[in-house]
């Protein structure tokens, strides 16, 4: 079965400094993608980044990188120079690639980071 | 560009009353989708459409209707209200199904059921 796991309900970091979210997923699907959402408190979801299991190279966009690691099926968010508007929910979601008929997108529980001025 | 529109963005419903939850999108997006987001359980799909005149049920379907007769609108409709249904729930656009296209969110409607 196609599962996504967050292990931390919540983290800290101090503004300026990096942080890693874990993201572990399980799927038999062997082309896929990844993708992080953020959602603030005001609770809008916000797409950050997105990572294809065909891709060499890790996924970049601009404060956030995802670090990819496939042959353990992880997909961290590593978010570097923390801000305090990075304070937030964040999502890992998973879909497949030539899904056919499964149009599913499988999300994770969520991670709440606090960043700490 | 709006984006996804959402309305209304709060809602209080008694057991047993209907209504209809809109969204809009206005970047020509074939695939769109309604979640509901409750505490500790997630983002649940409830119903999506992958072009206009076509629907499928996702994974929380019971309760809820949907139609899609323009690429813009996909409206999702309680049927007959329980306390259940209390929950944020989100519209979702994206270009095309799955990876690698991204899936852009409406701001969401809190629904109380009383």
């Known amino acids: 079965a196609q599962k996504i796991t967050q292990t931390q309900p919540g983290m800290f970091v101090q503004e300026k400094e990096a942080v890693t979210l874990d993201c572990t997923y399980d799927?038999?699907?062997?082309?896929?993608?990844l993708f992080w959402y953020k959602q603030p408190s005001s609770g809008e979801m916000i797409f950050l980044i997105y990572q294809g299991s065909y891709d060499e190279q890790n996924a970049t966009e601009g404060r956030y990188s995802l670090n990819f690691q496939k042959a353990r099926k992880s997909a961290n968010l590593v978010i570097s120079a923390s801000q305090l508007g990075d304070s937030a929910m964040y999502f890992c979601a998973m879909s497949p690639l030539n899904a056919g008929n499964n149009r599913k997108l499988i999300w994770g529980l969520g991670t709440s980071l606090a960043v700490n001025p | 560009n709006a984006g996804v529109t959402q309305t209304p963005k709060f809602q209080v419903l008694k057991t047993g009353q209907s209504m209809t939850l809109q969204c809009a999108q206005d970047?020509?997006?074939?695939?769109m989708s309604w979640y509901r987001q409750d505490p500790g359980m997630g983002l649940r799909l409830i119903h999506y459409s992958v072009g206009a005149g076509i629907t499928d049920q996702g994974e929380v379907p019971n309760g809820y209707n949907v139609s899609r007769s323009t690429t813009e609108d996909f409206p999702l409709r309680l049927l007959s209200a329980a306390p259940s249904q209390t929950s944020v729930y989100f519209c979702?656009?994206?270009?095309?199904?799955?990876?690698?296209?991204?899936?852009?969110f409406g701001p969401g409607t809190r629904l109380t059921v009383t």
């Open positions: 970047m020509n997006h074939e695939y």
């Open positions: 799927t038999s699907d062997q082309s896929y993608g």
């Open positions: 979702a656009s994206s270009q095309s199904w799955g990876a690698p296209y991204e899936q852009y």
